[in-house]
């Protein structure tokens, strides 16, 4: 979860003194940060992620954690999992990095002489760029206003945009978010090529693209990738690509192996507590507080079980 | 610029055969994308960095180039030029990087035992989080709805919000945007520690601290500095944190060494239509247009100077 503060590099044990001297001073309480209110959670307000529904991906430096969504793109979540379960991705490799846009990875050779062939998986797939509305789950409205979606919220742990006229729901496209990269055509991608932003969310792109799900760990890894020298952040011939070991649903893997992840469940009251607290920010640092916060900066914890 | 596509990596050749296919085939002329806009441009329609307030911030990887913004934090840039010019950047290093966030440098020892000395530099400036209207000279409005600001818009080739109730006008922290690191008093900044955002703006920054300018070549070797392993991206004890070989004042770097951009005046009608073609994307890509662009998706072109 994002961090409020922009310190220089005090120590925690002085800034805890300082709110405690604060809060005595102004005899009053100072207002919870959205990291404190994190804190006064109780286990009942986390889920673990589905094995069914999370992709390990390991890279050379590390793992990468994506949670999948499978009520808003079932079919080309579907491909997906064929085409994992296949090892199509072990071995394929980063294709672009573009600065504050995406990160995009698959067969470097796909559009080549000797693309890796994809087994039993669809070559084409449906555009799910909206599904009917019944399909966010738990959906809480969030009350902010947005200029990309006449409603925004969260539905199951994931960002969501709502158009209750056209009776649809949809994945936006916030940091982190991964996509299946597509050709002109709206069925041109099958899952053999996702993406995941790694700058400020380019909304644009929602309603146009099949959003799958999300990084909930590891995003650094894609996020420091080098930028590609080629339009688009494409890697050109004499750029290294970083090669991907493999891609695995987190059900394949051994339990000893895996990563214990839980996300906070956006339903819970307590999490509507933290948007709060981001839209009204107290302590000591905060002299201007917006009462506002954009779907994009309002981001779910994730956390590595507590007993791990 | 950012772009518009999140293609597989089709080559550019059949993009723009797909492009005049479909022109022809609709009969219709195909909207043109930001991209092209830009290209429509005339050399008035750019202007040079100004050399007396662009910074060279010189690292193992490469350059990073800061256009300063006085008319939005006179006092707090003055400090920075005396720091600057007394060579205090030099040798210092980055402090910070915290994924989707912030990436920050200045003295390791700030807090410690021996800081580096600061020479003819004040030790505290006042925070300029906000200044008068009158200085967004060249302010040309943006009409798309804001959460954090009454009104949005850039003054040049700055994104600014503005609150004209209470007069004032302030940067906002868009991608790559640079500020001063502050403790909780509103003057404990004095610009000898900087940061610059390198995710997701987080907007509830603006008017809580003081911005000065924006990375307007290099931000990708800031945006892919390993992030740091402590508390809100800081560097630990064991960590490597790169170091600045140097930060100059464009004016004192011989002529044949600079490096020569120029951005996109903000005022100018094409930068007007350059937004636009954000807000209407076109093109046999887009399948929905958000006819929106939130303030910081709208992104002031920057270019080197076309005979270099």
């Known amino acids: 979860m994002s961090q409020t503060h922009l310190f220089r590099a005090l120590p925690l044990s002085a ?7 604060l809060a005595q001073a102004a005899d009053l309480p100072v207002r919870a940060s959205a990291g404190e209110v994190v804190k006064q959670s109780k286990p009942s307000d986390w889920r673990p992620l589905d094995p069914n529904n999370t992709l390990y991906m390991e890279l050379p430096t590390g793992r990468v954690v994506i949670e999948l969504a499978p009520d808003f793109a079932p079919q080309n979540i579907a491909n997906i999992k064929t085409l994992v ?3 199509y991705f ?28 994809q087994g039993s998986a669809k070559a084409k797939v449906v555009g799910e760029f909206t599904v009917p509305m019944k399909n966010d789950k738990h959906f809480v ?10 409603q925004i ?22 940091y982190g978010m991964v ?4 050709n002109n055509e709206t069925d041109s991608g099958n899952g053999a090529e996702l993406y995941a932003v790694n700058g400020h969310a380019p909304r644009h792109l929602d309603r146009n693209i099949t959003v799958v799900g999300r990084v909930v760990w590891g995003m650094p890894l894609l996020a420091t990738l080098p930028r590609g020298g080629e339009t688009m952040g494409f890697y050109g011939a004499g750029e290294t690509r970083m090669q991907i070991k493999s891609v695995r649903l987190e059900a394949d893997v051994p339990e000893a192996e895996r990563s214990h992840l ?3 469940r956006s339903e819970a009251p307590i999490y509507q507590a933290v948007i709060d607290a981001s839209r ?3 302590g000591p640092w905060n002299k201007f507080t917006p009462k506002y916060v954009e779907l994009c900066n309002a981001q779910i914890p994730v956390r590595e079980h507590p007993k791990d």
């Not at 394929?92 to 559009?111: I, K």
């Not at 969030?142 to 006449?150: E, H, M, R, T």
């Not at 960002?159 to 916030?174: E, I, Y």
């Open 179 to 182: 996509g299946v990269g597509r």
């Open 153 to 174: 919220g969260h539905s199951n742990g994931f960002p969501v945009g709502r158009d209750p006229k056209a009776g649809t729901t949809w994945l936006t496209h916030c």
């Open 280 to 282: 009204n920010r107290g």
């Open 141 to 150: 409205r969030q009350l902010d206003i947005d200029g990309y979606a006449p």
């Open 90 to 117: 072990d071995g394929l490799s980063m294709l672009r990095s573009q600065d504050n846009y995406v990160a995009q990875w698959g067969d470097p050779d796909a559009e080549g002489a000797s693309p890796k062939p």
């Open 262 to 264: 839980e996300v906070m």
């Open 15 to 21: 800034l805890a003194i300082s709110l405690a001297t």
């Open 85 to 87: 379960k296949e090892r």
